[in-house]
């Protein structure tokens, strides 16, 4: 059985690989959008899509699918790659990032015919949506669990914290947050702007399970995300420490690269190192 679980790990690690190349793709070819969370998040978004979610990308509208709400709407490439990779549209369609008349927009736009559930841009707001859907799901005595995706940068709007204590009263334990601390905003690091620690223990002072674990640890991840579905009396909130620009050298834990596109040289330059590691995870599992 470990055997096995290493073997999922390693074939997750290496799709997360495939959609960071992709989302560089789509950056050079967008010409504008966000690197640095979108690297950062691939392993979570790939372990999600790949081993954690009960969906059906042939099905996009079936009911008894999980949710998945993005509230940091600005990493949607590594969210586009990762569902053009589950086979929810063809991945010649992520050229389209940002283009009129697109369906990837800066900023997804709800859409269950690509796997979007809701519209995200202003932060701090898809948690209260995905409330109101974990708590719809109660009254309706339904299975479907909520993932809610966030960033770190977002918890310094009054909302959220609004409603994780709505969530932690009413016990919404099919509710999973997963937040993205990679430690950086558009603005510069996050604990010079506004600090958010203890944030693990401000999370609990809610009423919140909370789990903090390494956000590319594919068998970390998956642990986490089955810890949250056997816990009965809490919402879930996992926090998912990241390298922002993971497995770019030159972008990885730089403010600068939070919203900065590659230019044609910067995107053969990341390609071509992760391209390079993705040919020594493979001859790794070889082995």
Same mark, same amino acid.
């Given at each position: 059985?470990?055997?096995?679980?290493?073997?999922?790990?390693?074939?997750?690690?290496?799709?997360?690989?495939?959609?960071?190349?992709?989302?560089?793709?789509?950056?050079?070819?967008?010409?504008?959008?966000?690197?640095?969370?979108?690297?950062?998040?691939? $392993?979570?978004?790939? %372990?999600?899509?790949?081993?954690?979610?009960?969906?059906?990308?042939?099905?996009? %509208?079936?009911?008894?699918? $999980?949710?998945?709400?993005?509230?940091?709407?600005?990493?949607?490439?590594?969210?586009?790659?990762?569902?053009?990779?589950?086979?929810?549209?063809?991945?010649?369609?992520?050229?389209?990032?940002?283009?009129?008349?697109?369906?990837?927009?800066?900023?997804?736009?709800?859409?269950?015919?690509?796997?979007? /559930?809701?519209?995200?841009?202003?932060?701090?707001?898809?948690?209260?949506?995905?409330?109101?859907?974990?708590?719809?799901?109660?009254?309706?005595?339904?299975?479907?669990?909520?993932?809610?995706?966030?960033?770190?940068? /977002?918890?310094?709007?009054?909302?959220?914290?609004?409603?994780?204590?709505?969530?932690?009263?009413?016990?919404?334990?099919?509710? %999973?947050?997963?937040?993205?601390?990679?430690?950086?905003?558009?603005?510069?690091?996050?604990?010079?702007?506004?600090?958010?620690?203890?944030?693990?223990?401000?999370?609990?002072?809610?009423?919140?399970?909370?789990?903090?674990?390494?956000?590319?640890?594919?068998?970390?991840?998956?642990?986490?995300?089955?810890?949250?579905?056997?816990?009965?009396?809490?919402? %879930?909130?996992?926090?998912?420490?990241?390298?922002?620009?993971?497995?770019?050298?030159?972008?990885?834990?730089?403010?600068?690269?939070?919203?900065?596109?590659?230019?044609?040289?910067?995107?053969?330059?990341?390609?071509?190192?992760? /391209?390079?590691? /993705?040919?020594?995870?493979?001859?790794?599992?070889?082995?």
């Amino acid at each position: 059985m470990l055997g096995q679980n290493n073997m999922l790990a390693q074939e997750i690690s290496n799709l997360a690989i495939e959609i960071r190349e992709n989302l560089i793709k789509m950056l050079l070819e967008a010409g504008s959008g966000h690197p640095a969370g979108a690297l950062g998040m691939a $392993d979570v978004l790939a %372990t999600l899509y790949f081993d954690v979610l009960k969906h059906d990308p042939s099905n996009p %509208t079936w009911e008894e699918r $999980d949710r998945v709400v993005l509230s940091n709407g600005h990493i949607c490439p590594g969210f586009y790659a990762t569902l053009a990779e589950a086979g929810y549209f063809p991945k010649s369609e992520l050229m389209s990032l940002r283009k009129i008349d697109s369906r990837l927009q800066g900023h997804p736009h709800y859409n269950l015919e690509i796997g979007i /559930e809701n519209t995200s841009g202003p932060l701090g707001q898809a948690l209260s949506q995905a409330i109101g859907m974990a708590t719809a799901f109660k009254l309706d005595q339904k299975p479907n669990r909520v993932y809610c995706l966030m960033s770190d940068g /977002e918890q310094q709007e009054g909302q959220n914290w609004e409603a994780f204590m709505y969530a932690g009263d009413r016990r919404l334990n099919n509710l %999973t947050v997963l937040i993205d601390r990679n430690n950086i905003q558009i603005s510069g690091y996050t604990e010079d702007v506004m600090p958010l620690q203890p944030f693990k223990h401000k999370l609990e002072a809610f009423r919140w399970n909370v789990l903090d674990i390494d956000g590319h640890n594919i068998e970390a991840i998956i642990d986490a995300c089955h810890q949250a579905q056997a816990i009965q009396e809490q919402p %879930t909130a996992i926090i998912c420490n990241t390298i922002p620009g993971k497995d770019v050298d030159f972008m990885e834990n730089l403010p600068y690269w939070h919203g900065k596109p590659p230019s044609k040289k910067e995107a053969a330059e990341a390609i071509d190192e992760l /391209e390079e590691l /993705e040919e020594e995870n493979l001859a790794q599992s070889k082995i």
